[in-house]
């Protein structure tokens, strides 16, 4: 199984960008898909990004499309979610998760890191 860690959260101002990082290991990591979701207080998980093992596919949220950008590098075992144009309305605790297939449903990850805390002050 892969073990997550998030890093790379914090307060910024709207309009600003933010890098998250997610730090993995487990020997599986370079064949899985890596997903980003978020979670605001009092709302369900949300979908954001995911990137398939190879980096050649990936798919966005429409609330962030044109606006992040998921990535990854197998050979640093690290996925990232460069966020741009932040809004107020990104405020959550970010969280990468780890599928052995190409899906966006939560219910599909196996492995999840504890997240990290985006702020985005207006």
């Known amino acids: 199984q892969v073990q997550l860690e998030e890093s790379g959260g914090g307060l910024v101002q709207a309009g600003g960008s933010l890098r998250l990082s997610c730090a993995a290991s487990?020997?599986?990591?370079?064949?899985?898909?890596v997903g980003w979701f978020r979670r605001i207080p009092g709302k369900e998980r949300e979908f954001v990004a995911v990137i398939d093992w190879g980096g050649g596919s990936t798919y966005y949220a429409g609330s962030v499309k044109g606006r992040f950008t998921i990535s990854r590098d197998n050979a640093k075992n690290s996925v990232y979610l460069q966020m741009t144009s932040l809004k107020p309305e990104d405020t959550a605790v970010y969280y990468c998760?780890?599928?052995?297939?190409?899906?966006?449903?939560?219910?599909?990850?196996?492995?999840w890191g504890q997240g990290t805390q985006v702020t985005v002050s207006s």
């Open positions: 998760a780890a599928s052995r297939v190409y899906t966006t449903t939560p219910g599909n990850f196996e492995s």
């Open positions: 487990g020997r599986t990591f370079s064949s899985a898909t």
